[in-house]
């Protein structure tokens, strides 16, 4: 799809342009978290909004023409900056007067702390730093969706570090299921992405696109042959059994996942998989991945667990739990969220059983349970020149102390101590500025792989090992 950059804006802000005070020149803004559920989060999706949207000739004839009809239907008058956009067409070719520097994608930041800044670079669009921020500002959902990831990757590894001889199948502990449970195909494309991060499992195929589209990943997630109840129950109750071990001979090698709560997860893990299908089960060249999909997670994990671990004998391992053979598995998809995790994977330690056992599937917790206040996500203006002298900008109002924004020039910087801090106020640029150029006129720059953004966030032994103190 063609996007018109001037009708992807709030309505308020085709006004702006006469609001602003005589003879500005210059406005900056800045992005940040201002708080929310989590300390601090870790910044994607801006390359995705850049590239999609701001990159390149965005502004031609046909383009106003079609937004100067809109707005005057939309207003009854006009009001739309016609020769304000005719200037970008003719002066730059189309490309917007902007410079945005950021901080490095995958980069954990405290909140509190920029994670981007607009400024203008032509004093004739100074007004175009507004109009982005409704675009801008979308970065919320990437952001949080990473954030949220990495956070139950958190408490998948340090599960691992307690109760396993390896955390190396963590990049496929917590798969996305979500893309049913979005509001859109895009909104499955760009959370899906911020999935991808942090791990390698993914039905979201739509992630898979952007991924190698916007961050050059070709191969960003993985997944296996599953079933639905539908192609279970299909075959009819009496047939249960019958339609486990199609599953088993269908797909005779690898990894393969089957649904088992159509009637009775129990009975399903004594009789049929723990019974009549165990020497199968024992003789493929693979791994079963036994799927409980409804009550209480906690106990229905470690139930099931207990069950098929009578039929297929555990081991123990170095740190004394419970390792059913590598010849199956179990996957819990139903409930799966950031506070629920971590219960079902203390429930199964306190059992006995290795966090090595388990899997996890996410839906709608993964992509679509949020807002832009789970991390009270904000973009305002903090500098603006007018009449050749700069101004420090800020809000602060009485009624809400936590809103009061930053002032002047910012730079981020990280401390001898290895923490992160923004300084305001500038009167030069920072030499050690984490913010760091990634548009400037039209042009994007500095363009990030997936790869180089997994290594930013990823999950060290010592974070992980600390997390029950942080969460």
């Known amino acids: 799809m063609d996007h018109n950059i001037m009708l992807c804006t709030d309505s308020y802000k085709v006004t702006h342009y006469k609001q602003y005070p005589p003879k500005t020149s210059y406005v900056s803004a800045y992005f940040e978290s201002r708080g929310g559920k989590f300390p601090e989060v870790c910044f994607f999706g801006l390359q995705m909004i850049m590239q999609k949207y701001l990159v390149g000739q965005v502004v031609t004839e ?83 969706v990473a954030t949220i990831s990495r956070n139950q990757k958190i408490a998948l590894k340090h599960y691992l570090l307690k109760t396993a001889d390896s955390s190396a199948g963590l990049p496929f502990k917590l798969h996305d299921f979500g893309f049913r449970g979005v509001s859109s195909v895009e909104s499955a494309e760009i959370g899906g992405c911020a999935h991808l991060v942090n791990f390698v499992g993914t039905d979201t195929v739509a992630a898979l ?6 961050y050059d990943c070709s191969s960003a997630g993985f997944s296996i042959p599953a079933s639905e109840h539908s192609t279970m129950t299909a075959w009819g109750k009496d047939q249960e059994l019958e339609a486990m071990r199609n599953m088993l001979t269908q797909f005779p090698t690898g990894l393969v996942a089957c649904v088992s709560d159509s009637y009775n997860i129990w009975e399903a893990c004594r009789k049929y998989w723990g019974g009549d299908l165990r020497s199968l089960v024992q003789g493929r060249n693979g791994t079963l991945v036994v799927r409980p999909d409804s009550g209480d997670p906690p106990k229905v994990v470690v139930q099931v667990l207990e069950l098929l671990g009578e039929a ?42 290795s966090t090595d056992n388990l899997a996890f599937g996410s839906g709608g917790a993964l992509l679509q349970k949020m807002n832009r206040d789970t991390q009270k996500m904000a973009y305002k ?24 924004s930053k002032k ?51 999950v060290s032994d010592t974070e992980a090992a600390s997390w029950v103190q942080q969460k």
């Open 408 to 458: 002047g020039r910012l730079a981020l910087v990280r401390k001898a101590d290895g923490s992160i801090e923004t300084l305001q106020q500038l009167q030069e640029p920072h030499p050690q500025d984490m913010l760091q150029v990634v548009f400037e006129n039209g042009t994007m720059l500095g363009r990030q792989t997936l790869d180089e953004i997994r290594k930013r966030a990823d």
């Open 209 to 214: 696109v952007s991924a190698n589209k916007f």
């Open 381 to 404: 203006c903090s500098s603006v020149v007018v009449d050749g002298t700069e101004r420090e900008v800020f809000k602060d109002p009485i009624t809400d102390p936590g809103k009061k």
């Open 62 to 144: 046909e383009k106003i023409q079609e937004a100067k009809a809109v707005y005057a239907m939309h207003f009854g008058a006009e009001v739309f900056n016609e020769a304000g956009w005719r200037y970008i067409l003719q002066q730059h070719n189309g490309h917007l007067p902007l410079r945005i520097k950021a901080v490095p994608e995958g980069t954990m930041v405290p909140v509190k702390n920029v994670l981007f800044v607009v400024e203008s670079t032509d004093p004739e669009c100074f007004w175009l730093v507004s109009w982005v921020e409704t675009l801008l500002v979308q970065a919320w959902y990437p952001t949080t």
């Open 312 to 353: 297929f004998p555990p081991t123990t391992n170095s740190k004394g739990f419970k390792v059913l053979p590598d010849y199956i598995r179990v996957i819990q998809g139903d409930g799966i969220s950031s506070e629920s995790l971590p219960v079902i994977l203390a429930a199964i330690e306190t059992a006995g059983w």
